[in-house]
């Protein structure tokens, strides 16, 4: 079954309101004669609501990306059978059709729930922590997994008082045991006089290489002093000490 949604705009595959297009020989609930074919009488939504859209058929509203640039949405993911399948978005976000729960966008609510792909989560837990891979020797090389903390957190939640943690991680994962290996990372900030310090605590079994401190504000503001670690001013980077669990870093408010 091909649903399309008209984004408040007109529908351009077909004017009619309330039938759909069955691919002809495709095996499902109709009988692929490849013709239009009437919907069933179903509810015009999961919320059984009529004061909602509808949500199925041709031409009927969906939001814009609620967690993108405000794009149309890119496609829909469903099943024969299946009279409100999810919507995807260029952002890698969702829009579920069918969780019968009402969800507002500007002056207009529609039935179901937004969400986020597990590539946005996992992109979310990168920027905060993430592990690489390096090699050393001609061969047979030793590796390495480097850990690089911050990366992606934005100068905006270097304020004090703030907490960024993660937790959980998997450092390695043993097959034979069934039994993984966890670490965590956690920056805490404060700001005392006229500087703020960031306080990086590890935890668990981190995964064996450095430790490399990146956080994207150490490229406006200066950074004063390191204890449990130092800082290369051409990278940008406090190494953390081997062994540390605790990182401390006093920056310079920027001017």
Same mark, same amino acid.
């Given at each position: 079954?091909?649903?399309?949604?008209? !984004?408040?705009? +007109?529908?351009?595959?077909? =004017?009619?309101?309330?039938?759909?297009?069955?691919?002809?020989?495709?095996?499902?609930?109709?009988?692929? +004669?490849?013709?239009?074919?009437?919907?069933? $009488?179903?509810?015009? !939504?999961?919320?059984? %609501?009529?004061?909602?859209?509808?949500?199925?058929?041709? !031409?009927?509203?969906?939001?814009?990306?609620?967690?993108?640039?405000?794009?149309? $949405?890119? *496609?829909?993911?469903?099943?024969?059978?299946?009279?409100?399948?999810?919507?995807?978005?260029? @952002?890698?976000?969702?829009?579920?059709?069918?969780?019968?729960?009402?969800? *507002?966008?500007?002056? *207009? %609510?529609?039935?179901?729930?937004?969400? #986020? @792909?597990?590539?946005?989560?996992?992109?979310?837990?990168? %920027?905060?922590?993430?592990?690489?891979?390096?090699?050393?020797? =001609?061969?047979?090389?030793?590796?390495?997994?480097?850990?690089?903390?911050? #990366?992606?957190?934005?100068?905006?939640?270097?304020?004090?008082? /703030?907490?960024?943690?993660?937790? $959980?991680?998997?450092?390695?994962?043993?097959?034979?045991?069934?039994? #993984?290996?966890?670490?965590?990372?956690?920056?805490?900030?404060?700001?005392?006089?006229?500087? #703020?310090?960031?306080?990086?605590?590890? @935890?668990?079994?981190?995964?064996?290489?450095?430790?490399?401190? /990146?956080?994207?504000?150490?490229?406006?503001?200066?950074? $004063?002093?390191?204890?449990?670690? =130092?800082?290369?001013? %051409?990278?940008?980077?406090?190494?953390?000490?081997?062994?540390?669990?605790?990182?401390?870093?006093?920056? +310079?408010?920027?001017?």
């Amino acid at each position: 079954m091909i649903q399309w949604t008209c !984004n408040s705009q +007109t529908n351009q595959e077909s =004017t009619a309101s309330t039938r759909v297009w069955q691919i002809s020989g495709l095996a499902g609930g109709g009988d692929g +004669t490849g013709s239009f074919q009437g919907l069933p $009488n179903v509810a015009p !939504n999961s919320c059984h %609501s009529t004061t909602l859209p509808k949500c199925y058929g041709t !031409n009927f509203p969906v939001p814009s990306d609620p967690n993108g640039q405000g794009f149309a $949405n890119e *496609t829909a993911m469903g099943w024969d059978g299946n009279f409100w399948p999810v919507i995807g978005y260029l @952002s890698g976000s969702f829009f579920a059709r069918g969780v019968p729960t009402t969800y *507002t966008a500007g002056s *207009t %609510s529609y039935c179901g729930a937004p969400g #986020r @792909s597990r590539g946005q989560q996992l992109g979310l837990l990168q %920027s905060i922590a993430a592990t690489g891979l390096t090699a050393s020797g =001609t061969g047979p090389f030793t590796y390495s997994q480097p850990l690089y903390i911050g #990366r992606g957190i934005p100068n905006t939640w270097i304020a004090a008082g /703030q907490t960024i943690g993660v937790s $959980n991680l998997t450092a390695a994962y043993n097959f034979a045991a069934g039994a #993984r290996s966890t670490y965590g990372v956690s920056l805490a900030v404060t700001k005392p006089a006229s500087t #703020r310090v960031v306080t990086v605590t590890l @935890s668990g079994t981190l995964p064996g290489g450095p430790v490399l401190i /990146q956080l994207p504000v150490f490229l406006s503001t200066g950074v $004063n002093s390191v204890t449990g670690g =130092t800082y290369n001013s %051409s990278t940008h980077t406090v190494t953390a000490n081997s062994g540390a669990t605790t990182i401390t870093i006093t920056i +310079t408010l920027a001017s």
